[in-house]
């Protein structure tokens, strides 16, 4: 089956530090990859997509790109500010010619820390 | 905003008792999930519907139950509630075509179960 495997948390970052969270996926076929943030006491945002390889996501100074090749999806920002703490997830929707019904697998979560 | 709303948004109750959580959509999407967030498993899958009366069972579904008799309300029902099904439940619906869903969420029930 599908799996989602995110890199250990939680990540500690000073404001301005550059931000890495590795993300690597197990699936059949073509899946789309998705990030999800969720802030203290909230439910989960879209952050960003991708729905082919090599497809490049990008909201809010986050990137990821769709690495078929080392079936990852690493999510990046450049410079994190104190509001960036959060909890980040990676997620993966099977191939639209199976009968997912669009279900999503999660990893587990990386919590984010960004101090000033 | 997706126009998904959850009640209730706290509860807690004692073992043994029933439960029902409720998901209700305001934009008539077809497909709804319902999902319960745990520290160390992200979110898990317990339920879908595809449709009026159309759900299946997720990764995680013993110990619930859900029904969709109309298009905007998903419920979800614990018949006996456990300590191990104290949980933060999602609900979530799907927006856009098929081959580009994009999946979208509600702000979550916590339930404690004493």
């Known amino acids: 089956g599908n799996s989602v495997t995110q890199m250990e948390g939680p990540v500690t970052l000073s404001e301005e530090a550059f931000l890495t969270i590795n993300c690597t996926y197990t699936?059949?076929?073509?899946?789309?990859l998705f990030w999800y943030v969720q802030y203290p006491g909230e439910g989960l945002q879209l952050l960003l997509k991708a729905t082919k390889a090599d497809d490049k996501g990008s909201n809010k100074g986050f990137e990821a790109t769709y690495r078929k090749e080392t079936t990852s999806f690493h999510l990046e920002k450049g410079s994190v500010q104190v509001s960036d703490s959060a909890v980040y997830f990676c997620a993966l929707k099977g191939d639209a010619g199976g009968t997912s019904y669009g279900k999503l697998t999660f990893g587990q979560g990386t919590i984010l820390t960004v101090h000033p | 905003d997706a126009g998904i709303t959850q009640s209730p948004r706290h509860k807690v109750t004692e073992t043994g008792t029933p439960v029902t959580l409720r998901c209700h959509q305001t934009e008539n999407h077809r497909y709804m999930y319902w999902y319960r967030q745990d520290p160390g498993h992200g979110l898990r899958l317990i339920h879908y519907?595809?449709?009026?009366?159309?759900?299946d069972k997720g990764e995680v579904s013993d110990g619930y139950s859900v029904s969709r008799s109309k298009t905007e309300d998903f419920l979800l029902t614990l018949e006996s509630a456990t300590s191990s099904q104290t949980s933060v439940y999602f609900c979530a619906i799907n927006k856009g075509q098929s081959s580009s869903y994009e999946q979208y969420f509600g702000p979550g029930t916590r339930l404690t179960v004493t």
């Open positions: 699936a059949t076929g073509y899946p789309s």
């Open positions: 519907s595809y449709g009026v009366k159309d759900t």
